[in-house]
């Protein structure tokens, strides 16, 4: 098996590159597989959930190895896809500039890694500050293809706030007894909801409150008195999480690699795809405590509602409970608790590296909704009155092409995309409402996308509908990170709710949460030329057509035109 290579250049003026060789692998996760050292051990003994099972991994690790580089600093990961299936890896909350060819998700902007094939991905850092991530985009497979990514502040530089003592990677997950991708064949074949997750996970060990895992929990072990880095990322695939530390408070201090003002809470709400930099402080009388994780969730789907733990571990000399206390976190169906961490949020404003854009050129509504198809032949139909479940934004399910949509656009190639994904959904109705009409339960199927001429200021307002049923949805753009300029419950009245904007420390993020039976506002400029995905971060949404591709054109200036693709694209 190869390993990671790197190489640096450690001057402060220039970039540092690092090859890094990542191997997908299918690994069977035994006890006895002593190769793998303690962490495979740990997945053995996690995974039984009283069974044992084979993972998709990276370089045998799951969540895979974490990337450390400094602000700025480029990358070269030469990935080598030693599986069974193709697949693809996005370094997400990675703007990418002028870069989209390294960005990752299947079909968009690459073709997939096809078995015993490498392409060799360079990602390039620019305003990221914090924690971000990667994972596969491809299928399910991203279930156990994730890694943290730790971009630390440039050399000689310093954080916003007092040098932590320690860092510590938090990676919420989630893990399924079977095969995933037989949950995921599954679920695409039923027309219905996906298999519900048999755990929650903190760093790949689902906690004490599970069967068999107890010697598995996943232990911080800390000093008294010190102040400590928690880097969470959320890389379940359905699941929005609360979690909290018992007897501790938590103070955000970033998120999606962007700094925040210092926000502390006794919980925490995180949505999929969503990284934040949090801090811990210990003070309080060494013992042993619970970090526990649960969901948030609306609309009455079926959901893991069980709860995850790691324990805190003081550092000196006592007897611990047996049991440590669990902290409080909020109901399962509290949109309340919800909205209030998220609408909290305030950007840093002397660290924000762009301004919140204030004469908007362009105005696009965006209904975002849970929709149903009419039974097609080979599924068993298991949505509503037997039809096939399916998700849109405005009225538009995106259907995957075959070709990608990047080598498309650069080499003009037609019929791989349209041009027109509209700036106002097709049917005006209640948006919010009860016993909406059912002509307007089945939408478009197409590839619509959205094209920006450069630098476009923008404003996009996401529209929650209650077709079928109400959801919240954690909304992801690729390449562009957004001001979150106003969240709100109800229809989005154009004439009122702009005069409620916080257009002066809005936080910078690149996932939204779009409240349940609400609307989100965010703004950004386009100055980042490339095809780039919008998507919700909800893998069961995702797959059923909640998504879309900005485009944004070349400017005039050299340094505004899009590069051509590197010689080892991968092919269709």
């Known amino acids: 098996m190869l390993n990671i290579l790197s190489s640096m250049k450690m001057s402060f003026y220039k970039d540092l590159f690092l090859q890094i060789l990542f191997i997908f692998s299918f690994i069977t996760l035994s006890s006895q597989t002593k190769s793998h ?86 990602v390039i850092f620019s305003v990221e500050e914090g924690t971000v991530w990667w994972h596969a985009h491809s299928d399910w497979s991203r279930a156990t293809v994730h890694g943290a990514i730790h971009v630390y502040p440039r050399k000689n530089s310093t954080y916003p706030f007092p040098e932590p003592y320690g860092h510590i990677p938090i990676i919420f997950g989630e893990w399924w007894k079977s095969d995933v991708n037989d949950v995921f064949r599954e679920f695409v074949e039923s027309g219905g909801t996906p298999r519900v997750s048999d755990a929650i996970t903190i760093n790949g060990q689902p906690g004490d409150l599970y ?148 004469d908007i050129s362009q105005h696009i509504l965006t209904t975002v909704s849970i929709n149903t198809f009419p039974c097609l032949n080979g599924q068993s139909c298991e949505g509503p009155n037997g039809t096939s479940l399916a998700a849109s934004l405005s ?81 992801h753009l690729h390449g562009i990170s957004f001001h979150v300029v106003g969240l709100g419950f109800g229809n989005f009245n154009k004439s009122k709710d702009p005069m409620n904007y916080n257009l002066y420390d809005p936080p910078l993020m690149n996932n939204v949460m779009v409240p349940v039976n609400g609307w989100a506002a965010i703004r950004f400029r386009a100055t980042n030329p490339g095809v780039w995905f919008l998507h919700c971060h909800l893998e069961r949404h995702l797959t059923w057509g909640m998504d879309t591709v900005f485009i944004v054109k070349n400017g005039e200036p050299l340094y505004a035109k899009l590069p051509p693709p590197p010689q080892d694209m991968p092919p269709c």
């Open 211 to 358: 069967p068999c895992s107890t010697s598995e929990t996943f232990a911080l072990n800390v000093k008294q008195g010190r102040t400590y880095l928690l880097r969470v990322v959320n890389a379940a695939m359905n699941l929005i999480l609360f979690f909290a530390i018992s007897k501790h408070n938590l103070t955000v201090v970033a998120t999606d690699a962007m700094y925040t003002r210092p926000m502390t809470k006794d919980y925490i709400c995180i949505s999929p795809g969503q990284s934040m930099d949090v801090l811990l402080h210990t003070n309080q009388e060494p013992n042993h405590y619970y970090l526990a994780a649960r969901a948030y969730s609306t609309g009455g789907v079926e959901f893991d509602n069980t709860t995850t733990t790691a324990r805190v571990q003081y550092i000196g000399s006592y007897t611990p409970p047996l049991t440590p206390p669990l902290p409080y976190l909020p109901n399962f169906t509290d949109t309340q608790a919800a909205f209030d961490f998220f609408r909290s949020m305030r950007s840093l404003p002397e660290k924000s590296p762009h301004e919140v854009p204030k």
């Open 395 to 475: 009225n538009v399910s995106f259907q995957n092409p075959t070709y990608n949509i990047l080598e498309a656009y650069y080499y003009q190639i037609k019929g791989v995309f349209k041009k027109g994904f509209p700036n106002f959904p097709p049917h005006t109705f209640d948006f919010t409402g009860d016993n909406l009409p059912l002509t307007l339960n089945t939408p478009r199927r197409a590839t619509k996308v959205k094209v920006f001429e450069y630098n476009t200021t923008v404003e996009l307002v996401f529209q929650n509908t209650n077709l079928i049923t109400g959801l919240d949805h954690p909304m």
């Open 37 to 122: 050292y303690n962490f495979v051990v740990k997945e053995a003994r996690y995974t039984r959930l009283c069974s044992t099972k084979s993972i998709l991994t990276v370089n045998g690790k799951f969540p895979g190895p974490t990337i450390k580089v400094y602000k700025g600093d480029t990358i070269y990961v030469n990935v080598r896809n030693n599986g069974k299936h193709n697949i693809t890896l996005h370094w997400h909350g990675v703007k990418q500039p002028k870069n989209p060819w390294s960005d990752g998700p299947e079909y968009i902007t690459q073709c997939p890694i096809q078995p015993g094939m490498i392409f060799r991905q360079k």
